[in-house]
């Protein structure tokens, strides 16, 4: 049961997917009320292993968010004011914000036209002796090259801290086969569990990824006030938890993460099909080396009619997004760190041409079709 239907269509049915797990979750979180350990505990734990397995990674460090996971994650690499840390222009905020908020340097890159990704292939130009770190995000779903850039990052002696909150589950495959989990390649990994991610909480929540151990010790006792005992502090740390309800809801769904993804691309397969001849439409590419978890469907309007064929779906009750409408470096708050003359060419077309279309674990064939259907006729 499913509160879809062509009459109501949402970017994502959070409602509709929590039906069909009703009684695993209300069981759940009703036991961490009835327990009152609301704080740690055994549902952080357990959430906590259980993603270190599914991840095949060392440790996971749960905190309040993704944007606490990243502002730790940088934290814990102990850069100096004035550091710079690579990042795309084409991302949402929340990955430079954290840069700019700790006194680092935000250096903007381009990304790649195909995979909307950081493009390797401009990182050497945009070194300096004062790089530190690399932050690539796995845009839309889809792993970043990451064995170009931990090329390159180990090459500069760089730290690669993925921000990988629109990727969770999926995997990457070296060159040479083998496979990893896109956040567990980098020195440090970050997520986000906000409620329309694909892994989402039904709150707030974060988790930090990491591999050593040591800086794994370092990033518990950041995001724990600097703690090393209780009320013991070495380092200045902050305050970032997930809390044992979204950890009880979150343990559920990880159960679950796999055949949502598997959802996911079964809605973009019929999206693939449905435009393949709409020469107008640019599909998203899927890489070779990464397997696609589609947190977004995004398509390029090559046409110049984006903002248009936006206008057309909501006039028929089709929501559609933006993501993102700006590069990073002309948001006002970031302007600063960038020469207003110098454009990105990539990221600035590609804020001309995206557009998201609704897509999540509860489509079914009957909206597919009538969204496919609509688009279609926009360009007929
Ligand atoms: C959602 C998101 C974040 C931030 O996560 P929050 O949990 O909302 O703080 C960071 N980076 C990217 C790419 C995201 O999509």
Redesign the pocket.
Known sequence: MSNQSVKSIHMVDTHGQYLKIKTAVDNAVLEVINSTQFIGGAKVKSFQENLEKYLGVNHVIPCG??????QIALMALGLKPGDEVLVPAF??V??AEVIALLNLKPIMVDVELDSFNIDPAVLEAALSSKTKAIVP???YGQSADMDAIMKFANKHNLFVVE?N??AIGSTYTFPDGRKQKAGTIGHIG?T???PS?NLGAYG???AIMCNDSELANRIKMIANHGQSKRYYHDIVGVNSRLDAIQAAILDIKLAKLDDYAAARNNAADHYDKAFADINELKVPVRSSFSDHVF?QYTLRVMNGKRNELKEYLAAEGIPSMIYYPLPLYEQKAYAEHWESSNKLAATEELCNQVISLPIHTEMNEEILAHISNKVSAFFN
């Open positions: 968010n993704g944007t606490d996971a990243l991302t949402y929340a990955t995000v796995h845009l921000d909150a629109q970050c986000s569990f906000y991610k707030d929540g974060g947190h």
